[in-house]
Antibody, heavy 119, light 110 residues
Framework: EVQLVESGGGLVKPGGSLRLSCAAS????????MNWVRQAPGKGLEWVSS????????YYADSVKGRFTVSRENAKNSLYLQMNSLRAEDTAVYYC????????????WGPGTQVTVSS | QSVLTQPPSVSAAPGQKVTISCSGS????????VSWYQQLPGTAPKLLIY???KRPSGIPDRFSGSKSGTSATLGITGLQTGDEADYYC???????????FGGGTKLTVL
């Protein structure tokens, strides 16, 4: 069974940092592109970042470019999102999502982890 | 302001049919496949339709997708109260080099 489980969320002050993790199981992690998608309270989905199988292709939304860094460790079946210079508008539930190679869709999502940026 | 445009809400009675539109441009829907996601209250999104009109295993054929030009449509027939959810379209934008979603449509089954 495919499972994605995010962790690392919490309450952080503006300007602070947080590192999210996504633990994958039930599939060959190294064969899939991975993404982060977030959802602010009461708002819609916002794509955040994408990383290819061997980390050769990495993309970010303009809203997080220069502040967030995505990475992965295929040997540990893990995806990460390092978030620096956090702002109130980064408050959201952060989901990791699996993307089949050569596709434009996300076939499995984790349950999400809450990030709250507040003083 | 989302790159893809969806109606904020739609409603219909149980057993009826509803369609949800998703409008984009040549840099996204116009040359990329569209996917649709269902988000039940308090849960993570779930893939409903991929590559414009394909259903993952386990998704009933009451759900269908289509695409024409720079627009896509999700159709749901035989509406059930359990279909009440937020629905999102998504794709990749080649000009932005970003993933993009519609703003979401809240379905109410009256």
């Amino acid at each position: 069974e495919v499972q994605l489980v995010e962790s690392g969320g919490g309450l952080v002050k503006p300007g602070g940092s947080l590192r999210l993790s996504c633990a994958a199981s039930g599939f060959t992690f190294s064969s899939y592109n991975m993404n982060w998608v977030r959802q602010a309270p009461g708002k819609g989905l916002e794509w955040v970042s994408s990383i290819s199988i061997r980390s050769g292709y990495i993309y970010y939304a303009d809203s997080v470019k220069g502040r967030f860094t995505v990475s992965r460790e295929n040997a540990k079946n893990s995806l990460y999102l390092q978030m620096n210079s956090l702002r109130a508008e980064d408050t959201a539930v952060y989901y990791c999502a699996r993307e089949p190679p050569g596709s434009d869709y996300f076939d499995y999502w984790g349950p999400g982890t809450q990030v709250t940026v507040s003083s | 302001q989302s790159v893809l445009t969806q109606p904020p809400s739609v409603s219909a009675a149980p057993g009826q049919k509803v369609t949800i539109s998703c409008s984009g441009s040549s840099s996204n829907i116009g040359n990329k496949h569209v996917s649709w996601y269902q988000q039940l209250p308090g849960t993570a999104p779930k893939l409903l339709i991929y590559e414009n009109n394909k259903r993952p295993s386990g998704i009933p054929d009451r759900f269908s997708g289509s695409k024409s030009g720079t627009s896509a449509t999700l159709g749901i027939t035989g509406l059930q109260t359990g279909d009440e959810a937020d629905y999102y379209c998504g794709t990749w934008d080649t000009s932005l080099s970003e993933g993009v979603f519609g703003g979401g449509t809240k379905l109410t089954v009256l």
